[in-house]
């Protein structure tokens, strides 16, 4: 089997990582019970390019019992966890391709190994599988990366059709790949159907709110162990990443200012208690930085240079563009790497702190979202792959929302994993509801 892990001597310690998370993914488990027993993937090829976190391993454990052949590489440079990609490898037996702190050259290698299982579906968390496939379509060699490059040039005309055509379908888990696969169906160029993971109800109002809410915290705090009660915290985008990081930074007693570009999301952010105000006017007081915006630039030159000595600037969006890192770059007189993953970039007059190179600051400096929120975000990938591996060839080149029946069967099995009980209508109710007549 191929495979491409820091050690494979760790994978004991990441097998007990995996499971530790696997108690805490009830629903998952049970829809990995039924795929055991009906086996609804087998002979698909599906290759997911995602966090490679002891949660995902049991998406892998999952996709694998439902009789799939499976390949997973990482969908972030310093998202790893080696320990679980080894476990994956030898105890899931899963064909692994990431390293945390992956350069560029390698990360592009390991999306290369990923699609050289030649899929039948993608999953993605970026969207990074599939840019990579409708470049190779598109003939759009100069935007790929070399690594991915010169493997295409060795596939021949015929393999290098059969990898965009086998595609049936793809599912995305992030809010910035859905964007970027809503753009390519604008142009027209999407090649087979989308599922957009990260729009099901049972996936952004719990992962995205309160994942990143607690993962983003959590990341900060294990690099810096700051102290968050009294700071001043900026969070800069108020989507639903954006709502949870301001609702446990304020938990946790910090001053929270939320700076957004959205009069709508300015106007919510406001009357649910916090401060908002423009980006010039934040840089200048705040402690601690936060983008979860999915935009270029928010914190850029202008207001590095309006900053206080000290402050602390961190990224919990998915690419690591929100901050201007090159910006930085050229107006340090000095750098110097502490405590693990902190960059001290030394201005003429102040330091600024940049945590995780700019990458997820949750992933990068703590692991991720909590197993119990990636239960209900992983069963829906798992139910979507099983939906598009049997639905995608009567599906259009678009991007689809997920199945509701598939959202709300997501809910009722998590409601009933931790025994909460909901009311059913009477019929008395029912008939209320459906009648127009007024009613005394
Ligand atoms: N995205 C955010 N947190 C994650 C986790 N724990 N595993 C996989 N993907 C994630």
Redesign the pocket.
Known sequence: MDYDVKDLKLADAGLERIDW?DRRMPVLRKIRERFTKEKPLKGMRIACC???????ANLMRTLKEGGATVAVCA?NPL?TQDDVAAGIVKHVKVQTFSIKGENADQYYTHIQQALALMPHVTMD?GADLVGALHMIAFERYESLHKSVKNWVKTLGQKKRQELIDNVVGTTE??TTGVIRLKSMEAEGVLRFPAIAVNDALTKHMF?NRY??GQ?TIDGIIRATNMLIAGSNFVVSGYGWCGKGVTKRAAGLGAHVIVTEVDPLKALEAHMDGYQVMDMASAAKIGDIFVTVTGDIHVLRKEHFEKMKDGAVVANSGHFNVEIDIDALEAMKTGKKRIRGLIDEYRLPNKNIYLLGEGR?V??ACA?????EV?DM??ANQALCAEYVWKKGKSLENRVYSVPQEIDKQVALLKLQTVGIKVDNLTGEQKKYLASWEMGT
């Open positions: 998370a995602l966090h490679v976190t002891s949660e995902t969908s998202s968390d888990e992030t992962d994942g990143t993962s997820l949750n992933l692991e991720g979202h909590p197993s990636m975000s992983f």
